[in-house]
Nanobody, 125 residues
C-alpha cells in the first residue's frame, strides 16, 4: 500500500518560516512534488524534485523563498518555506509519480498518481 504522509504545517506570521515533510512508503518514485490549494482556488504547483538527479522545479511565485529537497534513504521529501506571505496560505499536498525517464520532474497535478492527505499552512499578517 502506497502512503504519503505530510507533516509540519501550522500558523506562522508573515515573514516567518515553516518546513514541511512528506514521508513516502510502499514504493519509490521518479518525481515528487508539492502542490497547494487555497479556498475557492484550483490546486496549483509549488515545487518538484527528481528522485535520481538534482533537478528541481519551482513555481514563479515561490522561487527564491521555497526550497525542495529529499532524503532518499528516508524516502522523504521536504519543503523549506521562508519569507512566507499571506498569499501562501493554503492546504499543501505532497504527491509522487513513477512516470517518465531518469530526468522526469512533473509540474502539473495530472502527472502525479499518489497524493497525501494535505497539511494546512496559514500565514497571518
Amino acid at each position: 500500500q502506497v502512503q504519503l504522509v505530510e507533516s509540519g504545517g501550522g500558523l506562522v506570521q508573515a515573514g516567518g518560516s515553516l518546513r514541511l515533510s512528506c514521508a513516502a512508503s510502499g514504493r519509490t518514485f521518479s518525481s515528487m512534488g508539492w502542490f497547494r490549494q487555497a479556498p475557492g482556488n484550483e490546486r496549483e504547483f509549488v515545487a518538484a524534485i527528481n528522485w535520481r538527479t538534482p533537478i528541481t522545479r519551482y513555481a514563479d511565485s515561490v522561487k527564491g523563498r521555497f526550497t525542495i529537497s529529499r532524503d532518499n534513504a528516508k524516502n522523504t521529501v521536504y519543503l523549506q518555506m521562508n519569507s512566507l506571505e499571506v498569499e501562501d496560505t493554503a492546504v499543501y499536498y505532497c504527491a509522487g509519480t513513477g512516470r517518465g525517464g531518469i530526468y522526469y520532474t512533473g509540474v502539473s497535478a495530472g502527472e502525479y498518481d499518489y497524493w497525501g492527505q494535505g497539511t494546512q499552512v496559514t500565514v497571518s499578517s
